[in-house]
Every structure is written in C-alpha cells, then in structure tokens.
Nanobody, 122 residues
Framework: QVLLVEFGGGLVQAGGSMRLSCTAS????????MGWFRQAPGKEREFVAA????????YYADSVKGRFTISRDNAKNTVYLQMNSLKPEDTAVYYC???????????????WGQGTQVAVSS
C-alpha cells in the first residue's frame, strides 16, 4: 500500500507561480512512475504531468507544456509540480498519483492522493 499526501495548493493571481509537492510512504517510491492529474469543476479529471522513476523521462499535457515542470527527489520520497505563468483555466483540484497500470499519461494509476485545490484568479 502507498499513501500519497499533497501539499501546496491555494489561491494565486494569474501569471503567478505555485509549487505542489506530494510525499509518498508505505512502499519503495523510487521505482514508481509518478504523475499529476487535475479536475476542474464540471469536468473530467485530466492528465497534467508524469515523471519516470529515475526522472529520465517526463511527460506533459499540451496545455501545461512550457509552464509546468515535474520533478522528484527519491531520497525524500517526494514529487513536485512547479507551476508558472498560471492561468484561470488552471483552477482545479490537483491529484498526485503513483504507479500507472499502462501509459504514464493516462489513468488508471494504482495510488492516489486526496487532492489539493489550486485557484487562479484573473
């Protein structure tokens, strides 16, 4: 079993930056691909970014490419999502996820955090 806990959500103005973090416990984190997804009100949950277990590969949704950066620190069992140039359309609940069953860019993942709210004001 893997427990994922997200930190760092909140309210930010458009054009601002925010960093989310997700700490994992309960299993060897280092060998697990990690991802971030988000769900805006009234919309389906969508892929945001993912990073392979050695951080040799990263994946991004087109909507965040060039603005968001995913990274990980295996020594700290933590994955990060640095979000720059935020837009109101980035407003959503952001979920950390671990261990995809197929492609890193899509569900299902085996493990999920509880989510953290990010709100971007215009």
């Amino acid at each position: 079993q893997v427990l994922l806990v997200e930190f760092g959500g909140g309210l930010v103005q458009a054009g601002g930056s925010m960093r989310l973090s997700c700490t994992a416990s309960g299993r060897t984190f280092s060998y697990v691909t990690m991802g971030w997804f988000r769900q805006a009100p009234g919309k389906e949950r969508e892929f945001v970014a993912a990073v392979s277990w050695r951080a040799s590969n990263t994946y991004y949704a087109d909507s965040v490419k060039g603005r968001f950066t995913i990274s990980r620190d295996n020594a700290k069992n933590t994955v990060y999502l640095q979000m720059n140039s935020l837009k109101p359309e980035d407003t959503a609940v952001y979920y950390c996820a671990g261990d995809p069953t197929s492609r890193p860019t899509m569900e299902p993942y085996n493990y999920w955090g509880q989510g953290t709210q990010v709100a971007v004001s215009s």
